[in-house]
């Protein structure tokens, strides 16, 4: 038994360790052509029954073959590595009960001098080994180099001790080493001393290892073997090895590849990528051999890893996929733009990070002039969109974020499937969320801005609150005071035209009246009344007629949240919202609002004699 495993176990641990062992007598007497067609049949019924598993392989296939497949071809692609691996995986089993002869039939050797050569010569040579193909095949090729002092490999141990003890004697029984990492890495230092063959697995997932690029797409990968490299001080060797299929119960086991580390005092995450590339390259020849029924790239609550400024330029210099973060905005335009610093710190959280909003149509043309965003893409013919080519090329998305209440256009990213699901708590769809943000009640109202950073933070991402305007986004050239009468929220946020007249006449003559262009008719009559210019916008032009040198007095709604984004100063009544709430996020603002019973009242049209904003003057509006 493993020096490191419980003696003492369960008693249905003991029932799976002698189901384990009637299964492993069974095999004895079966040639492992048989359970290669055992495996086989077996992988066509996992293929059948199981599309989690299906959904999983296409994803992974899209990343290592090319992003742009879908369809008949990915589907045969998927049945036939699925059926491959559980072939595989089945003769894994058998592969420590093969006599010597049956092993010799089975395995062939590639390049094996050459690996022995350098190791029984003193060095260390460290097998960089992809899930792919036998890799069982491995610990048992011990006997086949008597010149190596030392042979070993790296493993994780098992939970049931029953097992681990069958395991571990199964794999040791021809002089492999096993070393778990539970116990440390002192036995592993050792040998990369003393010299020999050590094996380690270098392309599972890890949360805790380095995030490098791994068939283009950043992914946490092992830097066990690179760290055993510089310890051996020079005498280490690194090579990728791989086992393949080549026939019915037949596999190579390629050990000629020595991964060639350039010269120079390379850290971990420069030698790691190197690993990966080796290991790309070796997993290219025989696609189908590779493990891909699990989650390689995997995505978890803390997407965006801590690194420092030499790894981020590893990444910027060497992914080719980015990590897809697709977000569904709220329905309402007055809310959707308050994401905005929420999207900045998502985009910066990450140098592979790519940006894809889904919003009403009315939104999307305003969207696709923000430079962080990579797609913008309507809730109308959602799936439509993303499956166009030029949209879709990079894959699959790693994470969605929730943040509409549309149950259509849910079901539409659940066919999408991305690899996460966030949001907030209160979200309609908090059951089928793997993470759901918990918002703070009870406490002082925070600034809408905050409850998005929340979100940011809940994922172990910091950004700057106060982050919100983009005066270099504005007209820097513009100047003057501008009113803004019209307001997106109703008719419950209007103020009296006198009153507009009487601010006209104390701004001065270089004011000018500003509206959405659906307000049109209005305001150019409005302006004619005022005898001012009218100027009309889209929420994607706002930017190019206001700026840091212009002065905006409006009504709440839309219109002072763009000003706002492009730099420009607002003076905004707050008649039907909290000013605390939904105030033009940043500084140099000002809100003006009268503290009636019913405010704030979030009503679109007003239910009371006169509206709220109806007391308010034209000093407390004006005032700076």
């Known amino acids: 038994m493993s020096s490191d495993t419980p003696t003492e176990a369960t008693v249905s641990q003991k029932l799976g360790g002698l189901a384990y062992r009637i299964f492993c007598g069974i095999l004895r007497v079966l040639d492992i052509r048989v359970v290669a067609v055992f495996g086989r049949c077996v992988g066509y019924i996992v293929w059948a029954v199981m599309p989690g598993r299906r959904r999983i392989v296409a994803r992974n296939m899209r990343i290592v073959v090319d992003p742009m497949l879908r369809g008949a071809k990915l589907s045969a692609l998927v049945r036939r590595n699925i059926v491959r691996t559980t072939m595989n995986m089945a003769c894994t089993f058998k592969t420590g009960l093969m006599t010597d002869k049956e092993l010799d039939r089975a395995v062939k050797l590639v390049g094996a001098e050459s690996f022995e050569d350098k190791a029984a010569g003193g060095d260390c040579v460290i097998g960089c080994i992809p899930h792919a193909g036998n890799w069982e095949i491995l610990a048992r090729i011990r006997p086949l180099f008597p010149r190596v002092k030392r042979f070993g490999s790296m493993y994780r141990r098992l939970d049931n001790p029953v097992l681990e003890d069958i395991v571990y004697k199964s794999r040791t029984r021809f002089g492999c080493e096993m070393f778990s990492s539970k116990k440390g890495l002192k036995e592993v230092f050792r040998l990369a001393r003393d010299g020999g063959m050590l094996g380690v697995l270098s392309d599972q997932f890890t949360q805790q290892g380095l995030f490098l690029p791994y068939f283009g797409k950043v992914t946490g990968t092992t830097p066990l073997p690179s760290l055993i490299y510089k310890r051996c001080r020079g005498t280490g060797h690194l090579f990728a090895v791989s086992t393949r299929n080549t026939g019915l119960g037949k596999w190579e086991a390629v050990l000629s590849r020595e991964i060639q580390v350039p010269a120079g005092d390379l850290d971990l995450a420069e030698i790691t990528l190197e690993v990966n590339k080796a290991l790309e390259e070796v997993q290219k020849e025989s696609i189908i051999d590779g493990f891909w029924m699990h989650h390689r790239w995997k995505c978890t609550r803390h997407f965006a890893p801590v690194l420092t400024e030499q790894q981020k330029e590893l990444i910027r210099s060497n992914f080719k996929l980015p990590f897809r973060c697709i977000i569904c905005l709220p ?31 009315e939104q999307q043309a305003f969207w696709q002039t923000q430079k962080y965003i990579a797609n913008a893409v309507s809730t109308e013919n959602t799936l439509q969109q993303l499956d166009a080519d030029e949209v879709y090329k990079d894959g699959p998305f790693d994470v969605l974020f929730m943040l509409s209440e549309n149950r259509r256009v849910f079901r539409d990213m659940q066919e999408l499937m991305p690899m996460y699901a966030s949001g907030f708590a209160t979200s309609p769809f908090r059951k089928k969320l793997r993470a759901k943000c918990i918002l703070k009640v009870g406490e002082a109202p925070a600034h809408r801005t905050r409850d998005f950073l929340t979100l940011l933070k809940w994922h172990a991402i910091s950004s700057d609150e106060a982050v919100y305007a983009a005066p270099d986004s504005g007209n820097a050239v513009a100047e003057g005071n501008f009113i803004a009468p019209f307001s997106s929220l109703g008719a419950a946020d209007c103020w009296p035209q006198e009153k507009w007249k009487e601010a006209v006449s104390r701004l001065g003559a270089n004011t000018s009246l500003i509206a959405f262009e659906h307000d049109g008719e209005a305001a150019e009559k409005m302006a004619s009344e005022l005898g001012i210019p009218c100027v009309l916008v889209k929420p994607e032009t706002v930017a190019e007629v206001l700026g840091p040198n212009c002065h905006l007095y409006a009504v709440d709604g839309l219109m002072p949240q763009l000003a706002a984004l492009a730099g420009c100063r607002c003076n905004v009544i707050m008649a039907s919202r909290l000013a605390a709430v939904y105030a033009p996020p940043g500084e140099g603002h000002k809100t003006v609002t009268q503290h009636v019973p019913c405010h704030p009242c979030y009503r679109r049209e007003c239910d009371q004699p006169a509206t709220c904003s109806a007391g308010i003057t034209a000093d407390e509006f004006l005032a700076e």
């Not at 959707?336 to 929420?342: E, K, Q, W």
């Not at 710190?345 to 909003?357: H, I, K, P, W, Y």
């Open 331 to 361: 329905e309402e335009f007055e809310e959707a733009v308050l994401t905005i610093p929420f999207l900045r710190g998502l985009r910066a959280s990450r140098e592979d990070m790519q940006l894809t909003v889904v919003c009403p149509a």
